[in-house]
C-alpha cells in the first residue's frame, strides 16, 4: 500500500522558516521523482516544486524560486521542502506527491499524493 505522510508544518511568523518532510512507503520511492504542491483556501492546488528520483535534477514555481529549496534522502525514503523567508500567501496546506516518472516537471501529474500537512503563517 502506497502512503506518503506529511510532517513538519505548524503556526510560524512571517519571515521565520519550516522544513517540511514526507516519508514514503509501500513502494520503491527511490526510483520515483517526488514533487511538493500547496492549496491555499478557495484557491486550486498549485505546484511548488519538485525533484528527480536521484535528487540532481530540481524544478521550482517562479512564485517560491529562492526561498523554497526541496531535497531528498533516498535512504530515508524522505523528501523534504525548506521553506525560508515565510510570507503570509504562503499559509496553504502543503502535499507531497510522488510519479513513476523519473523527473517531476512543473506539468506532472502525480500518481501518488499525501495527505497535506498544514503551513499558517502569521503576520
Known amino acids: 500500500q502506497v502512503q506518503l505522510v506529511e510532517s513538519g508544518g505548524g503556526l510560524v511568523q512571517a519571515g521565520a522558516s519550516l522544513k517540511l518532510s514526507c516519508v514514503a512507503s509501500g513502494f520503491t520511492s527511490s526510483r520515483n521523482s517526488m514533487g511538493w504542491f500547496r492549496q491555499a483556501p478557495g484557491k486550486e492546488r498549485e505546484f511548488v516544486a519538485g525533484?528527480?528520483?536521484?535528487?540532481?535534477?530540481?524544478v521550482y514555481a517562479d512564485s517560491v524560486k529562492g526561498r523554497f529549496t526541496i531535497s531528498r534522502d533516498n535512504a530515508k525514503s524522505t523528501v523534504y521542502l525548506q521553506i525560508d523567508s515565510l510570507k503570509p500567501e504562503d499559509a496553504a496546506v502543503y502535499y507531497c506527491?510522488?510519479?513513476?516518472?523519473?523527473?517531476?516537471?512543473?506539468?506532472?501529474?502525480?500518481?501518488?499524493w499525501g495527505q497535506g500537512t498544514q503551513v499558517t503563517v502569521s503576520s
Open positions: 525533484i528527480s528520483w536521484s535528487g540532481r535534477n530540481t
Open positions: 506527491a510522488a510519479d513513476a516518472q523519473l523527473y517531476f516537471t512543473t506539468t506532472t501529474k502525480p500518481d501518488y
